[in-house]
């Protein structure tokens, strides 16, 4: 049986040892001692530029250069180098068994550590348009609209804003006549293949080039994007067909490469799940890849992450980078119903932090295979919605650093400052930061009645009464409507509804200040919720409808 395996395999052209004992490992160095650089011929202006405006040193320990000869004699006692790490030190290598008790031994390795990762895109796909229908058409428009991008119309749309894209490539965006404009205008400043190592990514898989239009596309003169005049860095990291480990590798070189070329902003529509990775180790500063998005955001730049679509399996829960502490993640909103898609991931990290924190459409209309317009479903797309938003932000307010442009994005959405660990503070409004808007009354919309003594009554008032006609209870009753919207419910599949929901959000946060549990809750009557003292006491509830927030604690 043996010998079978040994001919299969030199027949397949693999080496047998190698095939059974080498492994792809991260090896991190002690130190960069001696190491010479310039900033000033490294960086991007922009990224000089970046870096005096957060008063940041132009040559911190993270970007000086590996050693060289360290790097060669890994490179001599490894199967093969495949990429390295500045900012944390490391280079990526297969190696054998016996290779790797030789380099542990080396005075100048700090750490060797196994890489076995799978990436997941978070996208569900594409259905492909031979035409706008008048359901696609109000998609197209209400992706704009639901985050009042109109308002930005004329005013804003990312000038002077450089966004780096790192995903599994993009086709037909050198071709295409959504991304036209860009071309004409020298907006693709540049482009990197690092699976291939080399400047060409207009192959390969498409999901780079749907998320793209996403942000910057225009379809016969409608935009799909907010930021269409922004500047672009395109990266491709993922081989989706081929490879299923070390993609967080190349997604590390990526953030260093963006941040070296004067990226304002990241989108990373990839979501990091594998054998060395649980849910428990998304704390929000574990991963290697999640360190690298906090390191990214502590060098001036904004992290936007898709949060995944793992909220309807086994995993649920956002995954790296998407855990970051210091990253913008972006869940999926159902546009026929206005709420959580089911397929979104959910928060918290593993160290209960708020993720997502904001959310936006994650079913929406860009570029498909087929050069044209077609319906596309996942956060992919919701994050690269937010990623335009967020440039048109940044350009009506250039002297923000981007984690006050984070704050001021979660600040703007629609829920906030109510939260919960499925759409995070809500959709982000551009209402917010236009000054005449800006300081909108919120009206007292319900009453919170404590005079029972077993229950808590929560009643809309009658002028703010709006009977909820896209929804119905479960059964006739008035007590704990709480259920989940599924993707596919709605009226008429093509009719995206013009307002928000009417709908009562709710949560409860325990003493630690973590959520115990968060709902929706359709209106159909005016008593809309009743809750019992006892089972909520040393606790504190909220509350939210139509934008007015009440607190209660127990």
Known sequence: MNKLLTLILIALGVNSGAYSQSQKYWVRFTDKKEV???????????????????NIP???????PIREDYYQQINQLSDSVTGSTRWFNAVACWLSAEAIAEVKTLPFVKEVVKMNSTQQLAGL?????????????ELLEAQISNMEGQLFDHLYTGKGIRICIIDAGFPDVDESDLFSHLRENNRIIKTWDFKKNKPNVYRYNSHGTSVLSCIAGIFEGQKIGLATDAEFLLARTERIAYEGIAE????????????????????????????SHFVEDMTGHSTIITRAANLAARKGILVVNAAGNEGASDWKYVAAPGDADSALTVGGINPWTGLHTSFS????????????????????????????????????????????????????????????LYKEIEKSASLYPYYDYATGYGVPKASYFIDSLKNKKIEQTFIIDTTDDVQIKIRIKEEYFIENKWVHPIKPSKLYQFFHLLDNFNIEASNIPKTEPEVLYFHVENEFGYLDEYKVIAINDIEVLQLFYDQYKGKTLRFSYKGCLQELKL
């Open 248 to 275: 967080e590798e190349d997604w590390l070189e990526a953030v260093e490469w963006a941040d070296k070329n004067g990226a304002d902003i990241i989108n990373s529509s990839l979501g990091y799940t594998n054998a």
């Open 125 to 137: 796909g594409e259905v492909t348009a031979t035409s706008l229908s008048r359901g696609k058409q």
């Open 36 to 54: 010479t650089f310039n900033p000033i011929s490294y960086f991007d202006i922009k990224a000089i530029n970046r870096r005096i405006k957060n």
């Open 345 to 404: 991931s959910y928060g918290p990290n593993a160290n209960f932090k708020l993720k997502p924190n904001v959310s936006a459409f994650g079913h929406a209309l860009g570029y498909d295979d087929f050069s044209s317009l077609g319906e596309l479903a996942g956060t992919s797309f919701a994050s690269p919605l937010v990623a335009g938003f967020a440039a048109c932000v940044w350009e009506s307010d250039s002297t923000l650093t981007n984690m006050q």
């Open 58 to 64: 132009l040559a911190e320990y993270s970007d000086l």
